[in-house]
């Protein structure tokens, strides 16, 4: 009997994505086993991911990032995106980085917009503020703790951190006629103290304030402190928002929450976390566009190679994942309006010294 030649079976929806943490013989027909550096997201067609560019030059050599941020004044007037590169702080005009200032060591560096100024936190330094001019400085800050992480909330400034309190949550009060907040010694909240566990988190979604430790998240209403569940976060910078929903990175999985209990949407994907280093777990940084969180995870080793820089993307529309890989590891990541033509980019610090945009050309920032 003769060999007879099958023909070609072309599969047209992949709709599904990717599923890695699954047997052969439940693979579902719209789903890819493995795939790298390509989209999902339109029915009947697969599209590759774009690559990265520099945002204007090499900010510092070498160095690692240790925060990003993009300041926007009320008026619009200022437009300035912030790093954090080895002690020092950087603004970028959309042409130029220009150091003003520096940090007292390589921690890392928090931001958050109010009052029209940026409020900075973290890198051994004292909270302090800058509005778009000059050097930093301390107006809106006089009294307030030094901590690492910060998040705004019902008009009010939240910081946490503390070297002395871990477990504690200050307050500023709201802002008087003439932008003004002060901060007293008794505004503060405690969140299950001495757990063994500290804070590692916050952030404004909607009417709440999550409060995130390493293995406990936290709401909080303007008046009270509700535990919610022992998941936590390692890292403030895996938190971000995407269509009112707020995606986390723990070393268990990949969480989401509205404020109740977090739904945990990684399985699909969980061996990509199991088979990351744990030295990571507090360097994953995250963003949202409008209907995508991207999550890096550091390398990855499975199946006998090594993946470098894994980023494991999920679409939110259509509940669906996807694996990327770049040339460059990144630190931090914020979403950036470019000052000469308004659009929304997307940028990270990486850690040789260069803050670059994501989806904006054919390469890695020079590597195929």
């Known amino acids: 009997?003769?060999?007879?030649?099958?023909?070609?079976?072309?599969?047209?929806?992949?709709?599904?994505?990717?599923?890695?943490?699954?047997?052969?013989?439940?693979?579902?027909?719209?789903?890819?086993?493995?795939?790298?550096?390509?989209?999902?997201?339109?029915?009947?067609?697969?599209?590759?991911?774009?690559?990265?560019?520099?945002?204007?030059a090499v900010v510092e050599a070498s160095q690692t990032c240790h925060g990003v941020h993009a300041f926007v004044s009320s008026d619009g007037a200022t437009n300035r995106l912030i790093s954090v590169f080895n002690?020092?702080?950087?603004?970028?005009?959309?042409?130029?980085?220009t150091n003003?200032?520096?940090?007292?060591?390589?921690?890392?560096?928090?931001?958050a917009s109010f009052l029209n100024s940026v409020f900075s936190v973290g890198g051994g330094t004292t909270t302090r503020t800058w509005a778009g001019s000059g050097a930093w400085g301390?107006?809106?800050?006089?009294?307030?703790?030094?901590?690492?992480?910060?998040?705004?909330?019902?008009?009010?400034?939240?910081?946490a951190g503390y070297?002395?309190?871990?477990?504690?949550?200050?307050?500023?009060?709201?802002?008087?006629?003439?932008?003004?907040?002060?901060?007293?010694?008794?505004?503060?909240?405690?969140?299950?103290?001495?757990?063994?566990?500290?804070?590692?988190?916050?952030?404004?979604?909607?009417?709440?304030?999550?409060?995130?430790?390493?293995?406990?998240f936290y709401t909080y209403n303007n008046s009270t402190v509700n535990p919610v569940v022992g998941i936590g976060t390692s890292s403030q910078e895996s938190v971000a928002e995407c269509k009112g929903f707020v995606f986390f990175f723990n070393s268990g999985g990949i969480f989401v929450t509205s404020g109740g209990y977090p739904?945990?949407?990684?399985?699909?994907?969980?061996?990509?976390?199991?088979?990351?280093?744990?030295?990571?777990?507090?360097?994953v940084a995250a963003f949202?566009?409008?209907?995508?969180?991207?999550?890096?995870?550091?390398?990855?080793?499975?199946g006998g190679r090594t993946y470098s820089n894994v980023w494991l993307v999920y679409?939110?529309?259509?509940?669906?994942?996807?694996?990327?890989?770049?040339?460059?590891?990144?630190?931090?990541?914020?979403?950036?309006i470019v000052p000469s033509t308004g659009a929304v980019s997307y940028v990270g610090g990486d850690v040789d010294g260069a803050v670059q945009t994501f989806f904006s050309g054919t390469t890695d920032n020079g590597t195929s």
């Open 315 to 336: 679409t939110v529309s259509s509940q669906n994942w996807t694996i990327f890989t770049f040339a460059d590891s990144f630190r931090a990541m914020t979403r950036y």
């Open 138 to 159: 301390t107006t809106n800050v006089s009294g307030a703790p030094t901590g690492n992480v910060i998040a705004i909330y019902k008009e009010k400034a939240f910081i």
């Open 163 to 216: 070297d002395t309190y871990p477990d504690r949550v200050y307050f500023s009060s709201v802002p008087s006629t003439t932008n003004t907040i002060t901060w007293t010694s008794t505004d503060w909240i405690d969140v299950n103290p001495e757990d063994g566990d500290n804070i590692t988190a916050l952030f404004a979604n909607s009417d709440l304030l999550f409060m995130f430790k390493e293995r406990g």
């Open 263 to 283: 739904r945990e949407i990684s399985r699909p994907v969980y061996d990509w976390i199991a088979n990351m280093s744990p030295s990571f777990y507090d360097d």
């Open 1 to 56: 009997m003769g060999v007879q030649q099958l023909q070609p079976l072309p599969i047209r929806d992949l709709s599904g994505g990717m599923i890695s943490n699954i047997a052969d013989v439940l693979l579902p027909p719209n789903i890819a086993r493995y795939s790298q550096n390509f989209h999902f997201d339109v029915l009947g067609r697969t599209t590759q991911r774009y690559g990265t560019t520099l945002a204007g």
């Open 288 to 302: 949202c566009d409008d209907d995508h969180y991207f999550c890096s995870i550091g390398d990855v080793t499975k």
């Open 87 to 97: 002690k020092n702080t950087y603004h970028f005009d959309g042409t130029t980085w």
């Open 100 to 111: 003003f200032g520096s940090t007292s060591s390589t921690a890392k560096v928090r931001f």
